[in-house]
């Protein structure tokens, strides 16, 4: 027996004339076209919410909250690497991380800043 690679044993060929024919709902897509625009409006929403929370930490965090929390949460760093990074005690870090979380909540607390996320999408 020919071996055969993944691709082949597990792919689904379709003719491409069969493809164009289907609709939304009869092909191979997840999503439905509201669900997508609903996927577009989100991502601009969580920009806008991104712009948000730099802003405020420049202005409501110290600066070794503003440095724990960009390493954390926006370059991916453990605490571990960030007290390796910084120099900062482990604690320190862990400190400064959830001290600068609680202020950003504040923040949005005060302002009436938050992610309302719409139904689920039921599979």
Same mark, same amino acid.
């Given at each position: 027996?020919?071996?055969?690679?993944?691709?082949?044993?597990? /792919?689904?060929?379709?003719?491409?004339?069969?493809?164009?024919?289907?609709?939304? $709902?009869?092909?191979? &897509?997840?999503?439905?076209?509201?669900?997508?625009?609903?996927?577009?409006?989100?991502? @601009?929403?969580?920009?806008?919410?991104?712009? &948000?929370?730099?802003?405020?930490?420049?202005?409501?965090?110290?600066?070794?909250?503003?440095?724990?929390?960009?390493?954390?949460?926006?370059?991916?760093?453990?605490?571990?690497?960030?007290?390796?990074?910084? /120099?900062?005690?482990?604690?320190?870090?862990?400190?400064?991380?959830?001290?600068? @979380?609680?202020?950003?909540?504040?923040?949005?607390?005060?302002? /009436?800043?938050? &992610? $309302?996320?719409?139904?689920?999408?039921?599979?």
């Amino acid at each position: 027996m020919a071996r055969r690679n993944k691709g082949e044993r597990y /792919g689904l060929r379709i003719p491409q004339a069969v493809m164009e024919r289907l609709t939304v $709902e009869e092909g191979f &897509w997840r999503e439905s076209p509201r669900e997508v625009e609903q996927g577009l409006q989100d991502g @601009v929403r969580k920009a806008e919410l991104l712009v &948000w929370v730099k802003r405020r930490m420049e202005t409501r965090l110290t600066e070794r909250e503003a440095q724990c929390i960009r390493l954390h949460y926006f370059q991916s760093h453990s605490f571990r690497a960030i007290h390796a990074r910084t /120099g900062l005690g482990l604690a320190t870090v862990h400190r400064a991380i959830r001290r600068g @979380v609680k202020k950003l909540r504040q923040a949005a607390a005060e302002e /009436g800043v938050g &992610w $309302e996320r719409g139904p689920r999408k039921e599979r």
